[in-house]
């Protein structure tokens, strides 16, 4: 249905130059804190010591790696530089290869269906304030500009400013908001929302939804409701489970995730707010933990603040200008 072929912003030359950039900056302070003090112990002349190998255990902790990740780091360096662990730039690469390991299971971006199955429901999920309502706007305009029609659920409907923020993201973008009056059935309005995304033909359908504490089992039962009414409105669609996490939770971030997990099935992660935290280690913890996909990251408040999660570009950003 939409024929458009010509060459999106994202791919040119420039436009990728911008996005690792905008990466760097993003992990700056998680890469000064895992590899300042490390980076100072390649420069001397003994290199790989207890004293390295304590820094960095130290550090992965502290950027909140957590204690599997870290382990499994320390006990598999070693034999990683046996025989050349007198220059810096081994260190380097053993210790990239050893985390790229860990996040190339969770690289799979999240593909639209064919045309076939539509609308193609994004449900956000998530505690309260970690960027759900944010990352919508950027991820609707990331889709747009792939060529894909948009539309927007309030499904926030405890929160009063709720649906004035969704529509403003909604304006940004020039997209359809179909929002209902505070305090209405959130349920109600996704099922609203999918038979207007369905009646104009709408390839996408992004869902809004309140704050709730996964502690909250009564907050976690209606997200469940909304759940079964997308399978409710046609068994066939597979909705994405988008749960949002602020990079700088730290690992309260995995208990966020069984739960909801445990709740909605959550079939992607949005790791936003990397920019605002130097404990960006927790995308490894996830990601060994977990195994659920990581989608995107959130690297600022602007619409464009968005990457598609690539655990390539990832683990370059947090290295560059190492070594
Ligand atoms: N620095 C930074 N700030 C972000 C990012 N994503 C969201 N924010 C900010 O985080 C704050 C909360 O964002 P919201 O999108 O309202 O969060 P929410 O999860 O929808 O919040 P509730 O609906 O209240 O649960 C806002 O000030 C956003 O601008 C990000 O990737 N980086
Ligand atoms: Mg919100």
């Keep these: 249905m939409f024929g458009f072929k010509s060459k999106q912003p994202a791919e040119t030359e420039s436009g990728k130059d911008r996005l690792i950039n905008q990466l760097k900056l993003g992990l700056k302070r998680t890469h000064a804190l895992l590899l300042t003090d490390v980076g100072d112990l390649l420069q001397g002349t003994r290199l790989v010591d207890q004293s390295f190998m304590d820094t960095l255990e130290d550090h992965l902790l502290l950027a909140d790696f957590g204690v599997t990740v870290t382990q499994s780091i320390m006990d598999a360096l070693p034999a990683r530089i046996e025989g050349k662990a007198d220059q810096a730039a081994t260190v380097y690469q053993a210790l990239r290869d050893l985390l790229h390991e860990i996040l190339v299971p969770v690289d799979q971006p999240l593909k639209v269906p064919p045309a076939a199955s539509r609308p193609f429901v994004i449900l956000m999920a998530g505690v309260n304030g970690v960027g759900k309502t944010t990352s919508i706007g950027k991820i609707a305009n990331h889709f747009i500009r792939q060529g894909h029609s948009v539309m927007l659920a309030a499904g926030d409907t405890f929160r009063a400013a709720a649906v004035e ?54 907050l976690m039962d209606e997200l469940k409701k909304i759940r079964r009414v997308i399978t409710k409105f046609d068994p066939a669609l597979e909705p994405e489970c988008l749960l949002v996490l602020d990079a700088g939770t730290g690992q309260n971030a995995l208990m966020q995730t069984r739960q909801f997990n445990e709740a909605i099935g959550v079939t992607g992660i949005m790791l936003a707010k990397l920019d605002g935290t130097a404990k960006g280690g927790i995308i490894f913890a996830l990601a060994r933990e977990t195994g659920i996909p990581i989608r995107f990251i959130g690297v600022g408040e602007q619409l464009d603040d968005l990457q598609v999660f690539n655990s390539n570009d990832f683990l370059n950003a947090l290295f560059a200008n190492s070594a």
């Design 165 to 218: 923020q969704l529509q403003k993201w909604g304006s940004k973008n020039n997209v359809p908001v179909i929002a209902q009056h505070s305090g209405a059935d959130s349920a109600a309005v996704i099922y609203d929302a999918l038979q207007s995304a369905r009646a104009r033909n709408v390839d996408i359908l992004i869902a809004d939804t309140a704050g709730r504490l996964h502690t909250q089992g009564n």
